[in-house]
């Protein structure tokens, strides 16, 4: 099984600050990596696929980045809207999703 | 813009099997365009893929899961479902079906599934 290792689990910033999530992976999945937005209460969103496409609606500020172990989502301006939950999922082999990181208002 | 929405009991007894239902609109389960999938959220927890079928011939489940899960299509009513049997109080959960292709496009909105005698 591939896992997926998310970093911070919890992260405190800002409206208008620069936040980097970084996603670790157990083995190499190329660029088959996606991140999506979890607000409570409601379904997951997809915010990028293959490691760095950015989902057709989703905001310029969020852009992700990396391959093979270790990838990041960053996000460059956060706005109100953006305080949740983001997961990583591979889907080289099998899928799977990291354990997600909640990003809080400081 | 494919839309999903899952359908089933809400409570099921230990010991018993969960059957759920996703209903698609604007796509075809039957195009070969998607893999449908299911994932669970225990509440306040993250997520867990389950399985994905494509196409009514390939399925793929969760290593975890696999000796409990079956996902089927039914192209005549353009639905997928999920059987999953012996359930105990760990399979508690929102249960929610998805579209992918690169990632998981669309999303049901979940459906709350209690395991409880």
């Known amino acids: 099984d591939i896992q997926l290792t998310q970093s911070p689990s919890t992260l405190s910033a800002s409206i208008g600050d620069r936040v980097t999530i970084t996603c670790r992976a157990s083995q190499a999945i190329s660029h088959w990596l996606a991140w999506y937005q979890q607000q409570p209460g409601r379904a997951p969103k997809l915010l990028i696929y293959e490691a760095s496409t950015l989902e057709s609606g989703v905001p310029s500020r969020f852009s992700g980045s990396g391959s093979g172990t270790e990838f990041t989502l960053t996000i460059s301006s956060l706005q109100p809207d953006d305080f949740a939950t983001y997961y990583c999922?591979?889907?080289?082999?099998?899928?799977?999703f990291g354990q997600g990181t909640k990003l809080e208002i400081k | 813009q494919v839309q999903l929405q899952e359908s089933g009991p809400g409570l099921v007894k230990p010991s018993q099997t969960l059957s759920l239902t996703c209903t698609v609109s604007?796509?075809?389960?039957?195009?070969?365009?998607?893999?449908w999938s299911w994932i669970r959220q225990p509440a306040g927890k993250g997520l867990e893929w389950i399985g994905d079928?494509?196409?009514?011939?390939?399925?793929s489940y969760n290593p975890s899961l696999k000796s409990r899960v079956t996902i089927s299509l039914d192209t005549s009513r353009n639905q997928f479902s999920l059987k999953l049997t012996s359930v105990t109080a760990a399979d508690t959960a929102i249960y929610y079906c998805?579209?992918?292709?690169?990632?998981?496009?669309?999303w049901g909105q979940g459906t709350v599934v209690t395991v409880s005698s």
């Open positions: 998805a579209n992918a292709y690169s990632g998981y496009e669309s």
């Open positions: 999922q591979q889907y080289n082999t099998y899928s799977s």
């Open positions: 079928i494509y196409s009514s011939v390939s399925t």
């Open positions: 604007g796509g075809s389960v039957g195009s070969g365009r998607y893999f």
